[in-house]
T-cell receptor
Framework: AQKVTQAQTEISVVEKEDVTLDCVYETRDTTYYLFWYKQPPSGELVFLIRRNSFDEQNEISGRYSWNFQKSTSSFNFTITASQVVDSAVYFCALSEWAGANSKLTFGKGITLSVRP | NAGVTQTPKFQVLKTGQSMTLQCAQDMNHNSMYWYRQDPGMGLRLIYYSASEGTTDKGEVPNGYNVSRLNKREFSLRLESAAPSQTSVYFC???????????FGNGTRLTVT
């Protein structure tokens, strides 16, 4: 069965600090997808990134970067020079490949607070 | 495009009452999902529909039923609400399994 662990529950940083959100996953499949979602205080869920299990290249998008390491079953998310607008709950999720029946399993989320 | 639309946004029920949460998407997506979000629990899958005409249980299906009315609409029904069903419910859709999910804005349900 697929499982996602986000061991950090709450993180508080001061603006401009870098912060890394950890995600560890479990799966028996060789084909799977990993995701990160953001949930700001307004409550909507915003898709950030999807990686497949065959692509271990790190991804950078502006101040956001993701480090995927199959050897440690981790897909960590780093925010560089954090801003107050980054305050949100961040979810990591995993989907094993099952064709049309694939479905996402979410971690419990990490609440990030960025203080001015 | 509206994306994924959920109604209602808020609802208060008494124990034992029934209600249906509505969800519609206008992105021609094949797959639709219902999740619930509880503090400290993340999002947990209640039911999903991989394609029009099919529905399957997720992680926490007890106390719920679903209907995939057509490709656009996927409703969630609580036949006899219980306080344990107090939660925020999110509907989502995707092109196909493992595609990114597009979420509605959620329904905050309180059962007293």
């Amino acid at each position: 069965a697929q499982k996602v662990t986000q061991a950090q529950t709450e993180i508080s940083v001061v603006e401009k600090e870098d912060v890394t959100l950890d995600c560890v996953y479990e799966t028996r499949d060789t084909t799977y997808y990993l995701f990160w979602y953001k949930q700001p205080p307004s409550g909507e869920l915003v898709f950030l990134i999807r990686r497949n299990s065959f692509d271990e290249q790190n991804e950078i998008s502006g101040r956001y970067s993701w480090n995927f390491q199959k050897s440690t079953s981790s897909f960590n998310f780093t925010i560089t020079a954090s801003q107050v607008v980054d305050s949100a709950v961040y979810f990591c999720a995993l989907s094993e490949w099952a064709g049309a029946n694939s479905k996402l399993t979410f971690g419990k989320g990490i609440t990030l607070s960025v203080r001015p | 495009n509206a994306g994924v639309t959920q109604t209602p946004k808020f609802q208060v029920l008494k124990t034992g009452q029934s209600m249906t949460l509505q969800c519609a998407q206008d992105m021609n997506h094949n797959s639709m999902y219902w999740y619930r979000q509880d503090p400290g629990m993340g999002l947990r899958l209640i039911y999903y529909s991989a394609s029009e005409g099919t529905t399957d249980k997720g992680e926490v299906p007890n106390g719920y039923n679903v209907s995939r009315l057509n490709k656009r609409e996927f409703s969630l029904r609580l036949e006899s609400a219980a306080p344990s069903q107090t939660s925020v419910y999110f509907c989502a859709s995707s092109e196909q399994g493992s595609s990114p999910l597009h979420f509605g804005n959620g329904t905050r349900l309180t059962v007293t």
